[in-house]
């Protein structure tokens, strides 16, 4: 039952990305209702992602609007992995908005892209998160099985 | 102590979740009955499921719930004001007791309010498709669950086979065709499927070996090509479509719908048979409807019957002395007796009546009748009404005149007295000429007295005056009556 309401939320939310999307985000693929690919770009002057193109991984679960998807960057030749404080270089990223705690089941795809694109535009610092290498290494959880600390709000 | 934004590697110290300020008690009675409605299965049909009903024409935006993007089934707003389907937002808050929108706190005990009507009525009347497959009709949506409930044959109900969990279209779920999920291999493709599915997968999606038609040469599918003979094929032997109605017309298929362009001489005589036929089974339906509606005019006579048991038997006697007994009982019964025995004759005839129209037909006929009867009587009442008029008037005239001409005889007996007396009187006064005065004052005084005596009736008088004077001239000559 659950399932089958995730898949209507998404067909929902789909039939809409198809027909429109704000500007510097487009669909690459959604061939199911388990994960989607979508690329952002930074629309302003911002000199640490100017001319370049993200790649977003969207993994759906089956109480998905009611929990939050899973949505790492993912890395290719042509896409690399945003230069952020809060996005290690494995792609995974601390947003509490992807938390169970900042999820909100009034979110969608085109919100939480319109979220990245913004937390990227605001920033300034040319770094990864503290303990980035560590972690990379170290880490083999899902990224909603990592329990992050949102201390700092200002970026 | 770990950085900020460093993630714990191995989930060693989970945050605990915030207290909700106001916890939240699922055993609230409307979550518990809306939590239920959710997800028991009621009845042996499948629910209706709102979030897969397809809306004609476009939905206004602020109608659609936020969470699962349909609009609204069984609304509910929260204390915040934002609204949600009921579903939606309980399944939302059994991970966090907030509002979805702006996180405040909710209480599902005692913060939910019910959405105003006219938002009910806005989304009770959105145009909405069937959600079953094969069917499409289209309603309103408050409409929708008496279809999908009650009348649409495509509702996937409970197989009637009891020890299968599976639904299956109305339609289909009979216990003669017993469970139809029992699977099968498709004699042309070796696909394994389901007697429901077999419809479907022979005409879409059956993969199997194709045949080739022996008369045209086609490839069609194999478990095609029986219609494909009988239907469509070209070179098979057909016969006219009129056939029915005596063209004798049979060739290769091609030939045969030749002949029917140019012009079957039999089409028109099969269009007279439909004709006929269709008038025939008009024919049929109004009989049946004339006999449900005899036989329930027949029920609605007998109470009927019961409540004027009196006037039946003496109407069922049919003789017109019982009619006259009848009316001799009473007074009050004398009239409606009168009136209802042209009407019950007819009843009498076949024992009912044969619609309510003949009913009310008889009953329309009853009250003219009556009304008729009014109308003679008025009439008669005026005739005796006049006559009697007249007739006293009559007599008042008659006294009248007579009294009139007693006046009259009065009238000249009074002028011819005073006549008489008048002349006494000049004889007299000739006589006194020679005695002198005196007796002209005593013939006053008598003249006097003689008009005093006539006064009573003065028209006379003033008659008598007249004639008094007129009369001067002729002299002592009496007056003529």
Redesign the interface.
Known sequence: MSTQFAAKRLSKELSKISSSLPPGIELVSADNFEEWLLDIRVLDNNPLYQNQTYRLKFRFGSSYPIEPPEVVFVKLPDRPIPMHPHIYSNGIICLDLLGQQGWSPVQNVESVCMSLQSMLTGNSKNERPPGDEEFVRGNRLRPKDIEFYYHDNDV | M????????G?T???S??ASPTPSQPTSPLTRSEIAEL?LPKSSILEL?Y??IEYIGPVDETLLC?????PFHSPITTPCGHTFCAG?IN??L???SVC??D?QPINKTRDYCRLPLIVKDQLDRLKVKCPNKGCDHECLREHLEGHYGRRCEFTPVRCPESSCTKYIARRDAKAENGCLHQEFTCRFCEKVLTWEECDDHYDYSCNGATARCEECGKQVMRHRLGKHLSQDCPEAEARCKWHAAGCKVADKRRVVQEHEHSGCTFEVISRLIDQRAEDREMINDLTGRLARLEAASSRRRRPRERREPHNESSLINGSPLNLLSTEATGASNLTRNDDMSPSSGFADDDGAWASPEDYMLAQFERIEGQLEGIRKKMMEMDAHQSLGLLQTTARVNEQLAELGSKVGVLNMHTTWLMNMQRQSHTQQRTASTSTGPPSAGISHAGDTSTTRAVSSETGVRYQAGSRRSSSDGRGEHPPRL
């Open positions: 770990p950085p900020p934004n460093t993630p714990e590697g989930v110290a989970p945050t979740p915030p997800s499921d979030q897969s936020p969470i699962c993007r349909t939606c399944r939302a059994e991970l966090q979805p929108i996180r």
